[in-house]
């Protein structure tokens, strides 16, 4: 029998008693009914409550295991295309540093199949852990110029570079190419240069949380 039904033959009985000319009947059954109703209504909720938690843990259960998968399938993913892959607790990063003969834009498109994107370096710290993975070769980053606004971005977080590591030396960026169609940039031996995107080069694709 529910809850509600009880409920509804109480006050029956209690509205009997008053119309019979039994007014403190009437009364105490009156206030038994409520404080009835506000444990069952104080208990409805509690379920709700504890329901509502359930859920949440479950949801954070939930992006905990896709977080994982994601994890795991960007390592085979790189290890599937022969590259090398590397782990960085301090910045909670993903790499993967393969060697190819890629333009920018399909340098782009090969770690956005791997739900990552070419590397973004933001600090100094972030630079000198690179660095040594670095040393040989040439690898395109995510910095492009915004020929818009005349400004170095990163692609992938459409960002304004706050931390670089122009090559000073060899006066980076200078946008010599006679076209003028120096607009990605690529780490030489450390150091950044800006080159054409049509040219090939090597890449490094990065996945952060």
């Known amino acids: ?100 003969s890629l333009t920018w834009n399909d340098a782009k498109k090969k770690c956005e199949s791997f739900k990552s994107y070419l590397l973004e370096i933001n600090s100094k710290a972030e630079q000198n852990w690179l660095k040594d993975k670095v040393s040989g070769g040439n690898w395109w980053t995510g910095a492009i110029k915004d020929r818009n606004k005349n400004i170095w971005v990163w692609d992938h977080s459409d960002s304004e570079l706050v931390f670089t590591n122009w090559d000073s030396k060899d006066s980076q960026p200078n946008g010599e190419s006679k076209d003028n169609d120096e607009n990605c940039v690529l780490s030489e031996l450390g150091f950044w240069h800006d080159y054409p995107c049509q040219d090939t080069f090597n890449m490094i694709c990065e996945r952060g949380e």
Request: glycine share 8%; proline share 1%; net charge negative.
């Open 1 to 100: 029998m529910s809850g509600l039904y009880l409920i509804q033959v109480a006050m029956c009985f209690c509205f009997m008693g008053g119309y019979y000319g039994q007014p403190l009947y009437e009364d105490r059954c009156r206030n038994n009914l409520v404080n009835g109703m506000d444990q069952r209504l104080k208990e409805a909720y509690d379920r709700d409550v504890l329901l509502q938690t359930q859920v949440d843990n479950l949801k954070n259960q939930l992006d905990i295991v896709r977080g994982t998968v994601e994890f795991l399938q960007f390592h085979r993913m790189c290890l599937n295309e022969n590259g090398t892959y590397y782990e960085e607790n301090s910045f909670k990063n993903q790499y993967c540093f393969i060697e190819t």
